[in-house]
Nanobody, 119 residues
Framework: QVQLVESGGGLVQPGGSLRLSCAASGTIFSINTMNWYRQPPGKQRELVARITSGGNANVADSVKGRFTISRDKANYTLYLQMNSLKPEDTAVYYC?????????????WGQGTQVTVSS
């Protein structure tokens, strides 16, 4: 099992920037994807950005051009650079690793970090 710890959240004014980090520890065997999800108040959790084991990165249309996902492959650290933040980006942001072993997919989640965009 992988332990994931997010950091970097906080309160920021509209138009500001934040950089989220996700540090991993524990048993890492075969990562399929590394992902950022978010859950706005009163809404369902949604995928924000994904990076595959091969390095292909994608972000949701709602954050395209503003958010960038990246990773440090050597130590399995995941990042989310968030620029031009809007009030609708307010949410709890979660790091997620998907691993595959012997045909079974495993999901591990961090505890989440709060991002609040407000003036």
């Amino acid at each position: 099992q992988v332990q994931l710890v997010e950091s970097g959240g906080g309160l920021v004014q509209p138009g500001g920037s934040l950089r989220l980090s996700c540090a991993a520890s524990g048993t890492i065997f075969s990562i399929n994807t590394m992902n950022w999800y978010r859950q706005p108040p009163g809404k369902q959790r949604e995928l924000v950005a994904r990076i595959t084991s091969g390095g292909n990165a994608n972000v949701a249309d709602s954050v395209k051009g503003r958010f960038t996902i990246s990773r440090d492959k050597a130590n399995y650290t995941l990042y989310l650079q968030m620029n031009s933040l809007k009030p609708e980006d307010t949410a709890v942001y979660y790091c997620n690793f998907q691993q595959v072993w012997a045909g079974t997919m495993y999901d591990d989640w961090g505890q989440g970090t709060q991002v609040t965009v407000s003036s």
